[in-house]
């Protein structure tokens, strides 16, 4: 059974630095066509993709918030990380990370987490 | 940039079938693109409906289809119930790993 659990900060004050940890099972992110990714939602507007990492540990980000973001693994937790800095109330959304499979070149998202939401606030 | 464009919202009567379309501002959808369809009810994760244009994730009544019409991908629900009611989003892949989401259709069923 594959699940996915999004964990994190409720509350971040602006130009702060958010740190998500997306905690799965029932899968292997060695396994070849296997990847992770981060969407976004902020309330009242549509889904947003954020950053992708695959089984071959390469890595692909949002054209427009490439430079704000790092994700990362730790294959021996089963966890991948996402990282974005100078948060503004802006980025205040429901997270999500989906297990995505990769079709050569396409890919897509197959199993989401139940989000978490953060909030940017002084 | 370029935009994937859906329609704001739609309707369809209970049992009726509904198209919904996902679109490029510049350009054509074909099957290059590996589109995926995606529901999201408030309070549930979202969850998958089709990818790669036309294949139903496990669990997927089969009244969920995915094509290309014209030039645009399209996600047909035959049959609506009343539990279809709720946001569907498309999903287009650009290129070097790239994918952007549709702004998303709210369905109504009524």
């Known amino acids: 059974q594959v699940t996915l659990r999004e964990s994190g900060p409720a509350l971040v004050k602006p130009t702060q630095t958010l740190t998500l940890t997306c905690t799965f099972s029932g899968f292997s992110l060695s396994t070849t066509g296997m990847c992770v990714s981060w969407i976004r939602q902020p309330p009242g507007k549509a889904l947003e993709w954020l950053a992708l990492?695959?089984?071959?540990?390469?890595?692909y980000y949002s054209t427009s918030l490439k430079t704000r973001l790092t994700i990362s693994t730790d294959t021996s937790k089963n966890q991948v990380v996402l990282t974005m800095t100078n948060m503004d109330p802006v980025d205040t959304a429901t997270y999500y990370c989906?297990?995505?499979?990769?079709?050569?070149?396409?890919?897509?998202?197959?199993?989401w987490g139940q989000g978490t939401l953060v909030t940017v606030s002084s | 940039q370029t935009v994937v464009t859906q329609e704001p919202s739609f309707s369809v009567s209970p049992g009726g079938t509904v198209t919904l379309t996902c679109g490029l501002s510049s350009g054509s959808v074909s099957t290059s693109y590996y589109p995926s369809w995606y529901q999201l009810t408030p309070g549930q994760a979202p969850r998958t409906l089709i990818s790669n244009t036309n294949t139903r994730s496990s669990g997927v009544p089969d009244r969920f289809s995915g094509s290309i019409l014209g030039n645009k991908a399209a996600l047909t629900i035959a049959g609506a119930q009343a539990d279809d009611e709720s946001h569907y989003y498309c999903v287009l892949y650009m290129g070097s790993g790239i994918v952007v989401f549709g702004g998303g259709t709210k369905l109504t069923v009524l």
């Open positions: 990492i695959d089984w071959d540990d390469d890595k």
């Open positions: 989906a297990r995505t499979r990769w079709l050569q070149p396409g890919y897509y998202f197959e199993y």
